[in-house]
């Protein structure tokens, strides 16, 4: 079974500033690894799938890198709606499955 | 536009049963996986199931397999989860997401298992 470890657990950032998540798998994986937001009270939203491409609508601030275990989201400028948790996700076809990261959360210092 | 519609959550007793219900419009349903995803009150996002467009193939997490069932009426544009056996742990918001991507969630509908 994989393991998606997501760090930080906490990231404390001003609006502006650059924000660096990261995603380790407990095993090299196929790039199917994909980013979640998810604001308060809100259904996650898709921001990258196989792990740089980014989603429909999704701003370009958003960026998303990486191979093997080691995977990251980048936010080039971070605007006040972008506060929220994100998660990371690994999919697998046959069957049908997905894996989920613990989260980072990204908070206004 | 993609919706997709959670139904069916409640409070229910330790043991019962209960059957979710997703409505899926905007997409044509019966060419896309969907899955099951929930997320207990403070805490991250669990994986419960899965299944292929034709229902030729099913996930469970290790969680609930054997207590939880999905299925999918493509005709009807709905995806099911009836979940038997019901426990305090399993109470949740209860997602349903469209295709591999899992790229469309649903506002979700909340399980509360307790006596």
């Known amino acids: 079974e994989i393991v998606l470890t997501q760090s930080p657990a906490t990231l404390s950032l001003s609006p502006g500033e650059r924000a660096t998540l990261s995603c380790r798998a407990s095993?090299?994986?196929?790039?199917?690894l994909a980013w979640y937001q998810q604001k308060p009270g809100q259904a996650p939203r898709l921001l990258i799938y196989d792990a740089s491409n980014r989603a429909t609508g999704i701003p370009a601030r958003f960026s998303g890198s990486g191979s093997g275990t080691d995977f990251t989201l980048t936010i080039s400028s971070l605007e006040p709606e972008d506060f929220a948790v994100y998660y990371c996700q690994l999919r697998s076809n046959w069957p049908p499955s997905l894996t989920f990261g613990g989260g980072t959360k990204v908070e206004i210092k | 536009e993609v919706q997709l519609v959670e139904s069916g959550g409640n409070l229910v007793q330790p043991g019962r049963s209960l059957r979710l219900s997703c409505a899926a419009s905007g997409f044509t349903f019966d060419d896309y996986d969907m899955h099951w995803v929930r997320q207990a009150p403070g805490k991250g996002l669990e994986w419960v199931s899965g299944i292929t467009w034709n229902s030729g193939s099913l996930g469970y997490a290790d969680s609930v397999k054997g207590r939880f069932t999905i299925s999918r009426d493509n005709a009807r544009n709905s995806l099911y989860l009836q979940m038997n056996s019901l426990r305090a742990e399993d109470t949740a918001l209860y997602y349903c997401?469209?295709?591999?991507?899992?790229?469309?969630w649903g506002q979700g509908t909340l399980v509360t298992v307790s006596s």
């Open positions: 997401a469209k295709g591999l991507n899992a790229d469309y």
């Open positions: 095993q090299t994986i196929a790039n199917y």
